[in-house]
Nanobody, 126 residues
């Protein structure tokens, strides 16, 4: 019953932008820290960006700092990932996830997140 649905992926050129969205249903979105992760075949799932329940704290993996921005709109049960200056190494399946517990600040490893979307594909052409 707890569902996360990502959208906004697609094919862009190097240096382009995408805005990913994730709509949650069946869970207390406003009480959950949210995260974006990405994965390519044969590699472990990587943390990309996270945001606390109110949006007061954010966290990013070093490789996307200054290029990606995570945000949320609790009135719409939606978390976003604005991706700018995209590089070929950003290509992956991007997953939205919700924390297992309420009102936490971290941890940010995949094991801490209990609810996952099915992913949206991002392709960056060189």
């Amino acid at each position: 019953q707890e569902q996360l649905q990502e959208s906004g992926g697609g094919l862009v050129q190097t240096g382009g932008s995408l805005n990913l969205s994730c709509v949650a249903s069946g869970l207390s979105f406003g009480r959950k820290q949210m995260g974006w992760f990405r994965q390519i075949p044969g590699k472990e799932r990587e943390f990309v960006a996270g945001i606390t329940w109110s949006g007061q704290n954010t966290r990013y993996v070093d490789s996307v700092k200054g290029r990606f921005t995570i945000s949320r709109d609790n009135t719409r049960n939606t978390v976003y990932l604005q991706m700018n200056s995209l590089k070929p190494e950003d290509a992956a399946t991007y997953y939205c996830a919700a924390d297992r517990f309420n009102y936490r600040v971290g941890p940010w490893n995949p094991q801490a997140f209990a609810y996952w979307g099915q992913g949206t594909q991002v392709t960056v052409s060189s």
